[in-house]
């Protein structure tokens, strides 16, 4: 059998903890029947776990655990093409296939709801885990159960993801955020990630750029990556209508018009070049379609 999975960009500035998509680049899991739990790696992440401590190995045992199926030991080959902690859900990609696998390699009857709150054990953010589960734009909300809206991005947006050469774990990322808000930063959240929503909905793009501006952790984010605001501003002198951060970072996301997305790509490289920090760009685009049999 064989899964493949998407990688997803998160936050979107305003919409923190908040907003997901499935993007067009994937990381494929096949399993092979075996006497044994072994993984093989091939792309990105060739240093992770190649035995039952690998993180598709651990949420397939633990999914098996829930369900009541005694696990089936297999032979893994990983091609991974999402890089590790860059911010594009490279650990949600590996939560989702360990879960999925249990289901198709079992048979099994198991509702998103259940599949969710296995993988809340590995990685409690939903705006992570659900366009990897169900693809499209997704508005997540936790507040004790599951409840998500799915909505179409527009299809004729680019998006230019400048990669850095280094790694930013979630859990260094995230202490560096305030546990408490001021309410008027809140209020400037609310009202921007309102306006994001309602932007992509009409067509207004030029609303963009205002929609991704944020209080609540980019501020705090931006020390930790070399470069950021000049980045960003690279990024919309060359004709960006948003630049934000990718998930936690240290990746930054430019939504461009198609015909400008070398341009932006460019800058972005370049702006970060000036600070010695070399990138990857990626060209991707929204897609539809979570984790699928390939």
Known sequence: MKLKVPATTTNFGSGFDTFGLALNLYNTFIF??????????EGEGKDLPKDENNLVVKVYKRACEVFGVSPKPFKLKQVNRVPTARGLGSSATAIVGGIEACVKLHSLDVGLEDKIRVAFEFEPHPDNLLPAFVGGFVICVQNGKLTFNKLTFPSDLSLVFAVPDFELSTEEARSVIKREVSLKDAIFNIQRASLFVSAILTGRYELLKTAVEDKLHQPHRAGLIKGFNRVLEAGYSAGSYAVFLSGAGPTICA??????????????????GEEEVKVDLLYLKAVEEGVSEA
């Open 32 to 41: 092979e029947e075996g006497d044994a739990f072994g993984v093989e790696i």
């Open 255 to 272: 939504i461009t018009p198609e015909d400008k997305k070398d341009r932006v790509g460019n800058a972005m490289r370049e702006a970060f």
